[in-house]
């Protein structure tokens, strides 16, 4: 394995100069509805990395391979590298910049099948490499459109990633990391904070980035706390269940879980879980705690498992 703190080639030293020579040289022009902003400080760039904590036994995705210069700082580091890449020309030209990466393997494709469901072909590429021995980790200056879905069926894998390190959209991170009763707290917020860990490392401004972005970004921080998702009997419905609890978010919990529920159980049931986990029909789920979202899952999945036995 190579030391981790070797140089990147010259090569690879994305900034803009680098980026509008390369650009220029195969008559490219960044894609905006590709959400293609290029991170173009190197110090951000190496903090990103720095940031997932890489060893020789993690196994990394990284979506968005652009150029491929962040590849090129992640390999050295790693056992294995799968980066995708949807545009069929950066796809090339990333191809050409990592020949000398035998470790790397780029997929030229869309990283979603669907807003809800992740690639099946991406995923085999992770679980050929992972075997029994390596740790999955997703780290990546994201695409803004894709950052959602991406997280959010990550978590929903049966072997989601051990971290994600990410670049992202300040007003995403801010709904990661949101508390109750707060304007941002919200589905994300209780998917992500009910299995993970999650900080932010650094906010960053749209001058670090080639376009530069309408909106501040975020290198964010997101740790999977094992104890805490081994906790939820049912991630499915869990996950189900909290989106329809904020669907109508400033409704009362009652008036939401009565509706989200009518097809499975009657009023005085959702009353009696309501009850049963000390909450009060007048609440609304923004004010409640990912615990308290949890339990009252808990006992409503109960309730819908009784009856239909």
Known sequence: MSDPKQKEPPLQRQTISFLKRRF????????????????????????????????SDDVVLEVGTGTGALTARIAPRVAAVVSVEIDR???????????????????????????????????????????DSHQFKLLANLPYNIATP????????QR???????????????????????KDYGHL???IQSQCQAECVRIMPPTVFWPRPKVDSAIVHITLDQNRRDKIPDLVFFHRFTRA????????????VVSAMK???????????????????NERA?????????MLCESIRKRVLEKSV
């Open 263 to 281: 097809k499975e159980l009657d009023k005085s049931e959702v009353d009696a879980a309501i009850a049963e986990v000390s909450l009060r029909p």
């Open 24 to 55: 220029r040289e195969v008559g490219l022009q960044p894609a905006s509805r590709h959400g293609q902003n290029f991170l173009i400080d190197l110090n951000l760039q190496q903090l990103l990395v720095d940031s997932a904590e890489l060893s």
């Open 150 to 157: 991406l997280i959010s069926n990550l978590l929903a894998c």
């Open 160 to 182: 989601p990633p051990l971290s994600m390190t990410v670049t992202i959209q300040k007003e995403l991170a801010e709904r990661i990391l949101a508390k109750p009763s707060t």
């Open 89 to 131: 020309h950066l796809f090339q030209l990333a191809s050409e910049e990592l020949i000398d990466c035998a470790n790397v393997t780029l997929l030229q494709q869309d990283v979603l099948k669907n807003k809800n469901k992740l690639a099946s072909e991406v995923l085999e590429s992770v679980w050929e490499r992972l075997g």
């Open 245 to 256: 609890l904020f669907f109508h978010r400033r409704k009362f919990l009652r008036s939401v």
């Open 189 to 191: 917020s209780v998917w």
């Open 286 to 294: 923004e004010q409640l705690s990912v615990d308290s979202i949890l």
